[in-house]
């Protein structure tokens, strides 16, 4: 199958004024193949967000590529002007942000949000438009005129999410990313989003590339997954598989975590990852986990491991050689 | 332990009891005559014992945050009574109310807007201690300092403003601001939603241990009832303005009655097959 | 609607008292309007009584009050002593070229301070941006009276356009359309140095509403979805960034009487401003009251206006957001 997108060894840098640069990204490797559903998952400071902006070009100032390359279709994002990024995002490509109230304009309905895209895009004139966008609106849920000429403020924050998602999903693109669509709702508008998500991305047949920091989420709707720390993706494969059996020390910590909370063990005491994700300004030599590690190998505080393939799984981690 | 949290609650001497609170809001349009009361509370009853990690469940809208802030003593409820050492909140005069309001502290989801980002780490810990007119000056920082500590937050980073912090360890500012003022209740309301797993993890370990030291009762309101299982002692359900169930953690998750129970548990992901690896963790 | 009908109360309230507290300032003043008349040892003392009698000068306070309220409530304003005539007709006539000038100017203003304002917000960084800061604080800096000097003394040099005055001698000669381009040559100085002086204050409110707006993650969004940067500036940053411009546009119209007082007296031009400060001098009492009264309306009238459009623009006001 031919591939979407593709990543390949991408360096992005945050220029702070007065703290120099912070590596966000730093070798990021991935491809995703059309109608695949994968699945980033991490803590914050790893990266995951800054993927997310980086790939439709919305890098917010003072960042910056500085290496790498991002193709979509055959098609190089990497340095396109802003008129070109202009006319993918919303029609090829969309991003779901992490707050949903935020992302809507708060004096405009929200049919005329969701209405603007399509007019951005798509031929046809306004009564096409609003079709489209009536239409859509109820997939997601909303059905009517009184959703239509709602304003955000009105709505609850699962109908909100909604919105976004239209508002994603109208154009038809071949791909969306969603950047933590769920953290701010409540668990049963959660599973409720991540139903209608799952429904639309089957029905519409959209490439999906879900961020969490919980792995329970993307369990919901990801085929693969990538595991992201510091800056770089240190395990990647079949997500059922990465999760039965995960090989990366951070991987099998975060999973285990999970697993006892499952199993609802309340002792007085949880299981934590000792320690905290590290400073991206200030990285250790050597393999950025290995301060946190309970598998410390002597060469993980000297060097940074490569990348070890096995069919269809990749991990980096001196352990599997790299 | 949340296994066996149902002794930990039952026949305890109760250090909270709700009965009956109410509370709505009443919503006057600008221009129009049109008023339209919200009911946030319904005639609230809870228990809550001595010593007890009680978890307090429900969807958004429930009145779990009403509820928190009428018992923190900042908002106060329409009818109904709070007990709390032999005394109704809901009467008290304000001089009173300020004697007892440092028994009860309240975190906030969202401690980087609870947090006034002019004051250094060390003032913000100090400030209630200020405020009490506590001591010398000597004293109150050596409090806060301590405080600080048990926390997890090195004295080096006194001078530090919010805003130079992480999410996870401004809320843990948070909480030894509120410790500062030895608290015998603490009320959480969705203080550790959001936040890396891991860290989730790790401020729970340091709740556990403030439990332990200082005979701590803790109110954890959420809507993660997957955290919820793993370390409450008992759950109550909020439903539309009143408590619907109530039960140990255990029997909660193992047969849930109402039905917006049992729809919240059956809300929480989960993984299957996924084994925890005994580890030096 | 009870909203309504207390701002109105609430604004009577406001006219009575500035009218009670004018009575009581010029009573407190020393002097009348004889005051000069009585240093001229030629006037005798029964001349100067009776005409004290005549003009109702001899009378208490609050005796003097209740007469001009009564007129007010006929529709009078009290009477002029130095012009020897109803005031009402003079206000009315000074009051309509003061709102010739100011109107003009208002409108020129404002039409000029929305796009420039949202262009400066847009291209904040870098040298135009710099240029702009620039360019606005010099021109706040400038007085109102220099550069209205400046203008003048343009004017006589360059004979270009008259210095001063609101129309020409032969003006009830001239055809319609040249009494048009007379008028407009002899506004066209005032409302240029109003419009330079009030400009740049505007610009700057504009931009900087725009700024934080601009700021916001829907901004973010809406580029993100790709549409047109010309509709996120207008169509979506610009109304959300309208509340403080809405404020500010009430109190431009509250000052329609009162901000041009120092360009008409430097000017000539038969507005409000030099037949007050003449009043004052002559202690031409029901002129003064009037006046004050008069722009005491305009202010109140201004402010009432914000608030109708605030809750017009605003969806969140208008649907009572909970």
């Known amino acids: 199958m031919e591939a979407l997108l593709q990543v390949r060894d991408l360096h992005v840098q945050y220029n702070l004024e007065k703290a120099g640069h912070v590596s966000a990204l730093r070798g990021v490797d991935f491809e995703m193949t059309a109608g695949q559903s994968v699945g980033v998952l991490g803590e914050s400071g790893c990266g995951k967000s800054t993927l997310a902006t980086t790939i439709p070009g919305l890098l917010p100032a003072g960042a910056s590529i500085t290496r790498g390359s991002v193709r979509l279709r055959e098609r190089e994002l990497v340095g396109l002007e802003e008129m070109e990024l202009r006319s993918i995002r919303g029609a090829e490509v969309e991003l779901i942000h992490q707050e949903p109230a935020l992302a809507l304009n708060p004096v405009l309905r929200i049919g005329a949000q969701i209405a603007d895209i399509v007019r951005a895009h798509m031929p046809g004139d306004r009564g096409s438009a609003i079709r489209q966008t009536q239409e859509m609106l109820q997939r997601v849920g909303l059905p009517g005129e009184r959703f239509f000429r709602a304003y955000p403020h009105q709505l609850s924050g699962g109908q909100r999410q909604r919105v976004v998602i239209a508002q994603a999903l109208v154009c038809r693109p071949q791909l969306v990313l969603a950047d933590e669509p769920t953290s701010s709702l409540d668990s049963t508008t959660q599973s409720e989003i991540l139903s209608l998500l799952q429904t639309l991305r089957q029905e519409m047949r959209v490439s999906l590339l879900l961020i969490s920091h919980d792995p329970a989420v993307l369990a919901t709707l990801c085929d693969r997954v990538l595991v992201m720390y510091a800056g770089k993706i240190v395990e990647q494969g079949p997500l059922s598989e990465v999760y039965r059996r995960p090989r990366h020390p951070y991987t099998q910590a975060l999973l285990s975590l999970v697993a006892s909370r499952q199993s609802g063990n309340g002792n007085v005491r949880l299981p934590a990852i000792p320690g905290h994700p590290p400073n991206l300004s200030q990285l250790p030599s050597g393999c950025s986990f290995e301060p946190r590690c309970a598998e410390r190998l002597g060469a993980c505080a000297v060097r940074e491991p490569e990348e070890v393939e096995e069919g269809e799984r990749r991990v980096r981690c001196f352990k599997y050689g790299g | 332990m949340a296994a066996d949290g149902a002794q930990v609650c039952v026949g305890v001497e109760p250090l909270l009891r709700v009965e009956r609170l109410s509370k709505s809001y009443v919503h006057r349009h600008p221009l129009l005559l049109r008023q339209h009361p919200v009911t946030a509370l319904n005639g609230v009853d809870l228990v809550v014992g001595h010593g007890c990690f009680l978890a307090l469940v429900g969807e958004s809208g429930s009145g779990k945050s009403t509820l928190a802030r009428c018992l923190a003593c900042l908002e106060r409820p329409w009818s109904g009574s709070v007990w709390f050492h032999g005394k109704d909140l809901v009467k008290l005069g304000e001089a009173e109310l300020r004697r007892t309001r440092p028994k009860i502290q309240l975190i906030f989801q969202d401690a980087a807007t609870a947090l006034n980002p002019r004051f250094s780490a060390l003032d913000l810990v100090e400030e209630p201690l200020r405020i009490q007119h506590y001591g010398s000056a000597r004293a109150r920082r050596q409090k806060a300092l301590e405080a600080m500590a048990q926390v997890g937050l090195p004295p080096d980073c006194a001078q530090r403003f919010p805003h130079q912090f992480s999410g996870g360890q401004r809320q843990r500012l948070a909480i030894a601001r509120a410790l500062v003022q030895e608290p015998e209740l603490l009320v959480l309301d969705e203080a550790l939603s959001g936040l890396d797993l891991s860290l989730q993890a790790q401020i729970m370990n340091i709740l556990f241990e403030l439990r332990q030291q200082h005979a701590l009762t803790y109110l954890y309101i959420s809507h993660d009832l997957g955290l919820v299982r793993q370390v409450a002692d008992e759950v109550a359900v909020m439903d539309g303005g009143r408590v619907v169930e109530r039960a140990s953690a255990a029997e909660l998750f193992r047969s849930p009655q109402q039905p917006v129970t049992q729809a919240l548990v059956r809300a929480v992901p989960e993984i299957a097959g996924i084994r925890p690896v005994a580890g030096s963790w | ?210 700024l934080e707006v601009l700021d916001a993650a829907f901004i973010r969004a809406a580029r993100g979805h790709g549409l047109p940067e010309r509709w996120v500036l207008f169509r979506y940053a610009l109304p959300a960034a309208a509340n403080p411009l809405i404020s500010l546009f009430g109190f431009s119209v509250a000052t329609l009487l009162s901000a041009s007082l120092l360009v008409e007296v430097i000017m000539s031009w038969p507005g409000l401003g030099p037949m007050l400060l003449e009043a004052i001098f002559a202690r031409d009492l029901y002129l003064v009251i009037g006046a004050v009264v008069l722009s005491t309306l305009f202010l109140v009238a201004g402010n009432l206006v914000a608030d109708l459009l605030l809750y017009a623009a605003d969806p969140r006001i208008r649907t009572g957001e909970p």
């Open chain 3, 1 to 210: 609607m009870r909203y309504l009908v207390r701002r109105l109360l609430h604004a009577v309230l406001v006219l009575w008292g500035v009218s009670v507290l004018s009575f009581l300032f010029s009573e407190m003043a020393p002097g009348d309007y004889l005051a000069e008349m009585r240093m001229m040892p030629q006037i005798s003392k029964e001349t100067i009584a009776a005409q004290r009698a005549q003009y109702g000068l001899d009378r208490p306070l609050p005796i003097k009050y209740a007469r001009w309220l009564k007129s007010v409530a006929r529709g009078d304003l009290g009477y002029s002593f130095a012009y020897n005539m109803p005031a009402r007709k003079l206000l009315g006539v000074r009051a309509r070229n003061t709102l010739m000038l100011t109107c003009t100017a208002v409108l020129l203003s404002w039409l000029f301070a929305i796009p420039l304002g949202v262009w400066a917000a847009h291209h904040q960084r870098g040298w135009a941006g710099r240029v702009f800061g620039a360019g606005t604080s010099v021109l706040l800096a400038i007085p109102d009276l220099l550069l209205a000097l400046v203008f003048l003394m343009v004017a006589v040099r360059t004979r270009l356009l008259p210095p001063g005055g609101m129309v020409s001698v032969n003006f009830a000669e001239l055809t319609p359309l040249g009494k048009l381009q007379d008028l407009t040559a002899h506004m066209l100085l005032p409302v240029v140095v109003i419009v330079l002086g009030t400009l740049p204050m505007l610009v700057r409110h504009v931009r900087a509403a725009m």
